[in-house]
């Protein structure tokens, strides 16, 4: 057994059946260590209570800066930090790496998969599910071969890869019609993530890379950014998402809305009834529940969030919350939306909640978002926020926006790291990620090669 899970339980295999109790403090498990999870877990640190965080990577991943890994910007240890140094910094908790895979309620047992170790059955007292999203492909998941997302390390990684490859093989070919094809970029999906990997790639093949390729001229590159919906930015107030179309189209971006992709292949995608050959097409549109939710058995909305109370409870389970971007809870008349501020409110709700009720306190306030505003890059020098009523664009936008995301990073070394690398880029529009990945070369093959 993982010695994390054997000092966090008493717990029990596959065949041991239920867990017998005994321990001599209330446990709380969260699963998950995004921003709600840590964001609970650091709200539990002075409750007398046993708190085990549980995530199926070892790290945390400041999502907001993966388009920059993507685009060579910033390397993936720039923007994530291991989950397990909150063991160093809280004594009541402890870190477990395993994929949980079932929970059942009426006994308070979660089951957990450790790599290399096998099923593990853990009690809880208090479960906090914070497993927030994943990429939908709504329905059509052989787009997923073609298109990749993005929401991990190694998806930022692929994607960085296949557009500096895509760049080589067009630096390669003498077929002007591939060479087209693989100098044309589709992004589906004109949200956040789209507008700033869209941008930020604009730069990079403009700027970054001006003069390192003899036989093209990466400048040449089309981007199209595509969307079913009638605007960028949906989400955004109509003039920002306007400002924002215009800033793209100066960037040299195509944008097309209002157009439906119906299929993505190896040659690229159509939309719209238009084919449009593309070697790198990327999906940053959908997104929908990690399925753990589903399997607390309450209700769920379409993207397969769980429906929580105004305390973040499922219906009938009040030491059961889902938090983050699992949650799916109405403020008034708005969702709240799936952002990092509100996953990290949400998640330091529960665990307050959690403390409150432990020492005694049984009066429990619904919980509240506050709503800091949202914001947006595009490329360098100009980004957008919206807040409440106000609504700002443009260069001191853009600085905000840059405080705002260091000051957010997890740790030190990761701001110190990011800091570092914004401030080269700027002065020189360079990117220091520009790596393609070496495939793993198999043990004999260079001798098998040689012969
Ligand atoms: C590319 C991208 C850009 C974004 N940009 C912004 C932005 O600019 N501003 C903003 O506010 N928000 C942004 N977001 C949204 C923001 O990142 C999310 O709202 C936030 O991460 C939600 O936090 P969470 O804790 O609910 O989930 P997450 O941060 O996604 O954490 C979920 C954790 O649960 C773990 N997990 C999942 N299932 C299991 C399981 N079965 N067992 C064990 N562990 C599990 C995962 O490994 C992960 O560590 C962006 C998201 C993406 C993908």
């Not at 809880?124 to 787009?143: E, K």
């Not at 949202?374 to 957008?384: F, L, P, S, W």
Request: net charge positive.
């Amino acid at each position: 057994m993982n010695a994390s899970i054997a000092q966090a339980s008493e717990d029990t295999g596959p065949q041991s059946g239920v867990a017998v109790s005994h321990r001599t403090r209330p446990r709380v498990v969260i699963v998950g260590g995004g921003f709600a999870g840590i964001a609970a877990a650091r709200a539990l640190r002075r409750t007398d209570a046993d708190v085990v965080v549980i995530d199926r990577r070892n790290h945390h991943i400041f999502q907001p800066l993966l388009y920059q890994v993507a685009t060579a910007v910033l390397s993936p240890a720039d923007i994530a930090a291991p989950i397990r140094q909150l063991e160093a910094s809280q004594r009541n908790l402890s870190v477990v790496l395993a994929e949980v895979a079932g929970v059942n309620l009426g006994d308070r047992t979660i089951e957990a998969s450790v790599p290399g170790v096998g099923v593990r059955t853990l009690g809880f007292d208090f479960l906090i599910v914070a497993t927030g999203m994943r990429p939908s492909y709504f329905g059509s998941d052989q787009f997923a071969r073609h298109a990749p997302a993005l929401k991990t390390l190694g998806d930022a990684e692929t994607i960085c890869a296949r557009i500096l490859g895509a760049l080589e093989c067009a630096a390669t070919t003498d077929d002007e019609i591939e060479r087209s094809r693989q100098m044309t970029f589709v992004l589906v999906g004109a949200g956040p993530s789209g507008v700033e990997l869209a941008a930020s790639l604009a730069h990079m093949v403009k700027e970054t890379l001006r003069g390192n390729f003899r036989r093209i001229n990466p400048s040449e590159c089309s981007i199209v950014l595509l969307d079913a919906s009638s605007r960028v930015l949906p989400t955004f107030d109509e003039a920002l998402s306007e400002k924002v179309t215009r800033r793209l189209t100066s960037l040299g971006i195509k944008v097309m809305t209002g157009v439906k992709v119906e299929n993505i292949d190896e040659k690229g995608v159509i939309a719209g009834g238009t084919p449009i050959p593309s070697a790198t097409v990327l999906w940053t549109a959908g997104v929908a529940a990690s399925p753990l939710p589903k399997m607390l058995g309450g209700k769920t909305d379409r993207a397969g969030r769980a429906l929580v109370d105004p305390f973040l409870n499922i219906v009938g389970a009040p030491d059961v919350f889902v938090v983050g971007d699992a949650a799916s809870i109405m403020q008034g008349d708005r969702p709240v939306p799936g952002v990092a501020q509100a996953a990290i409110q949400q998640g330091r709700y529960a665990g307050q909640l959690i403390a409150d009720q432990l020492k005694g306190r049984q009066v429990r306030r619904p919980f509240h978002y506050f709503d800091k505003g949202n914001m947006a890059v595009v490329g360098k020098n100009y980004a957008i926020l919206e807040r409440g009523s106000l609504r700002t664009s443009g260069f001191l936008t853009w600085l905000a926006w840059a405080f705002v995301h260091i000051l957010a990073l997890p740790q030190l070394q990761n701001r110190l790291r990011v800091w570092g690398q914004w401030l080269w880029s700027y002065v020189t529009d360079q990117r220091s990620s520009r790596l393609i990945p070496e495939p793993p070369r198999l043990p004999g093959a260079e001798a098998k090669g040689a012969s």
